[in-house]
């Protein structure tokens, strides 16, 4: 049997991407949270801050350490399977990926050991403020990451001399067509996963009546997050697909599952897209309705799939259901935002258990939408690895194999395996433990905290008895 080292590379790449996106999504959401309790912590003095605070501190720096362990190795990726693609995108690709880790990931390092070392041994002022540079430093590097894909997507400030991008403009190149819509898209989602992890952690300790008085905070933070946040994803998600329509109208038709250029085209609720027969079986949608979204004209016209042939059309049905699985998950997010905001009269949400219970289970949503969305973003831009410049045949290395391919991706597996039972197994734990007892909060004798090191000498010499 021969194995194609381009359909192998390519489900290894989705494997890397789509095991290490779910840890990034959520340490930006959570980062801030953290910035938010430590800021609490620092002026109100209260205890219950930075226990949440040291509670999930613990749960970030798990989180964290398996997003960086994931990480490294999709750059090695790029040297492996996609080298053709590495050599021709090196003079954009490189610098951007370098700006990263200089800019992002050194920042999150160094404040990240202030924040899980320093309680108690700096001032509290500065330990909020490294809470701060690393909630600062994650969305440093998403954005370098996401205006790398961005670029991808839209390619700009760029020519091409012998196969190879030589960078005309930076600004165009780094702030590309696509990348402010994605940017806000993917923040907005990282915050609703951190809020929606949180509400879900909080609700289970909550229906345990374990620490009720201190998660309910979190789950009231965490509710009046998601009721903003969610109706806004809509809006900029909205955003993000208009952008997307005007520069990929293709990913668009295949997302609709639309074949044919019409006017008035209908939002398919279900559909059966069959590739081969290019349409869809038991379609069931609201007519004209997709023409008004993308066009915000009932009879506005929408490119269809045969505006291409066949070999650059997306593989349609991946695209066509991951993003219902996302809009759908939108919703039901929608939903709870409303249902939390309709429960606060006396805080009933913190007493209603089908809502408790709900929370539970939505706490694992936001994960999927995420992958949903990167599938959606990823597989509708096939068979292009940058946008209309160079397929994803020839990016790949060619003195690869199958059987090399097929080899790595089972030792990826296999790695990746142990790499997140043994973040389950921890993670667990601090689950189990939660929150630390009163008693340790340092917050509750603000005396044995640390002092700026001037200001402690000179209290020492002025408490020194004279000769």
């Known amino acids: 049997m021969d194995l194609d ?34 800021g609490l912590s620092w002026r109100t003095q209260n205890p219950v801050w930075e226990r949440l605070s040291r509670f999930w501190i613990q749960v970030f720096a798990v989180v964290f350490g398996m997003g960086v362990v994931s990480g490294i190795v999709m750059a090695f990726q790029f040297g492996t399977n996609w080298s053709n693609f590495a050599y021709a995108g090196a003079n954009f690709l490189g610098p951007v990926l370098s700006y990263e880790v200089i800019t992002a990931f050194f920042l999150e390092a160094a404040f990240l050991g202030v924040l899980l070392f320093g309680r108690g041994k700096v001032p509290q002022g500065i330990h909020f403020f490294s809470a701060v540079m690393v909630a600062t430093g994650t969305f440093i590097s998403s954005f370098w990451i996401l205006s790398a894909n961005s670029w991808m997507q839209t390619p700009a400030g760029f020519e091409l001399r012998d196969g190879l991008v030589y960078v005309t403009s930076w600004s165009e190149a780094i702030f590309n067509a696509s990348l402010a819509p994605r940017f806000f898209h993917m923040g907005l989602a990282s915050f609703l996963t951190g809020a929606f992890v949180v509400a879900g952690v909080s609700a289970w300790y909550l229906l345990r009546n374990k620490d009720a008085d201190v998660h309910k905070r979190a789950l009231s933070m965490s509710l009046w997050l998601i009721l ?30 639309v074949w044919e250029t019409q006017n008035g085209a209908p939002l398919l609720l279900f559909a059966w897209p069959d590739q081969e027969a290019q349409t869809n079986h038991f379609e069931i949608g609201i007519p004209r309705l997709a023409s008004y979204i993308l066009t915000h004209d009932w009879d506005g016209e929408v490119p269809g799939l045969n505006e291409v042939p066949r070999e650059e059309q997306p593989p349609v049905a991946i695209v066509f259901w991951a993003f219902r699985i996302m809009v759908g998950i939108g919703i039901l997010m929608l939903v709870f935002a409303v249902a939390g905001l309709a429960l606060r009269r006396k805080e009933a949400y913190t007493r209603t258990s089908w809502f408790l219970q709900g929370l539970r289970l939505m706490a694992v949503t936001p994960f999927i939408a995420v992958l949903a969305g990167w599938f959606v973003t990823e597989v509708g831009r096939a068979p292009w690895l940058i946008y209309e410049v160079m397929t994803h045949a020839e990016g790949l290395t060619p003195s690869l194999t199958g059987g090399m391919a097929l080899f790595t991706l089972i030792g990826y597996i296999a790695v990746y395996a142990v790499v997140f039972a043994a973040g389950l197994y921890y993670l667990m734990r601090v689950l189990r433990v939660g929150l630390a007892p009163e008693h340790e909060m340092t917050t509750a004798d603000p005396s044995q905290r640390a002092k700026r090191p001037f200001s402690a000498a000179s209290a020492s010499w002025e408490e020194e008895p004279e000769s």
């Open 5 to 38: 080292p381009l359909l192998l590379s390519r489900i290894q790449f989705a494997f890397v991407v789509s095991f290490h996106a779910i840890f990034p999504v959520f340490t930006i959401g959570l980062a801030s949270f953290i910035a938010v309790l430590e």
């Open 228 to 257: 903003i946040a969610a109706p806004a994803q809509v809006v900029v998600g909205d955003i993000h697909g208009l952008n997307t329509f005007e520069h990929q109208p293709t990913k668009v038709a295949a997302m609709e599952g």
